[in-house]
């Protein structure tokens, strides 16, 4: 009982220890400003490709807002899929708009990813052209 008592306490302070010494990355203003313009631009690019996912995922979600009858769920999805594209904010605009807003020292704790959601909700308010990719120059 006491070999098992003391493994016990043993992988308590070892992960303990792993979990303290890991370092959180935050990612915010500060993580921001120390990214090179290669790395904000794959930033931006994997972030829009990340919410073309979730935006595709919400077909089940429709299909099951179809089968329970659940009411509203359709323009609930659809405002979702809203506020998940980055249609309307191209990465060249994105990485401008975030270079600008992090610029200013009060918004460096802001979060990365609410940032670019914020983003992109003021440009589909603004009516910012659409974002136009190479295949359809």
Do not use: C
């Amino acid at each position: 009982m006491k070999k098992f008592v003391a493994g016990v306490m043993l992988g308590f302070i070892a992960s303990w220890t792993v979990a303290f010494a890991a370092a959180s990355v935050g990612h915010n203003g500060m993580f921001w400003n120390r990214l090179s313009t290669p790395a904000k631009d794959g930033y931006v690019n994997g972030y829009s490709d990340a919410m073309k996912v979730s935006v595709g995922q919400l077909d089940s979600l429709q299909i099951a807002a179809d089968m329970f009858h659940w009411k509203g769920g359709h323009k609930i999805i659809k405002q979702l899929s809203r506020e998940l594209s980055m249609a309307d904010l191209s990465p060249n605009q994105a990485v401008s708009r975030l270079n600008s807003l992090y610029s200013n020292p009060k918004y460096s704790e802001l979060d990365l990813g609410q940032a670019l959601q914020l983003l992109t909700l003021r440009a589909g308010e603004t009516g910012l052209p659409a974002r136009r990719d190479s295949h359809n120059k």
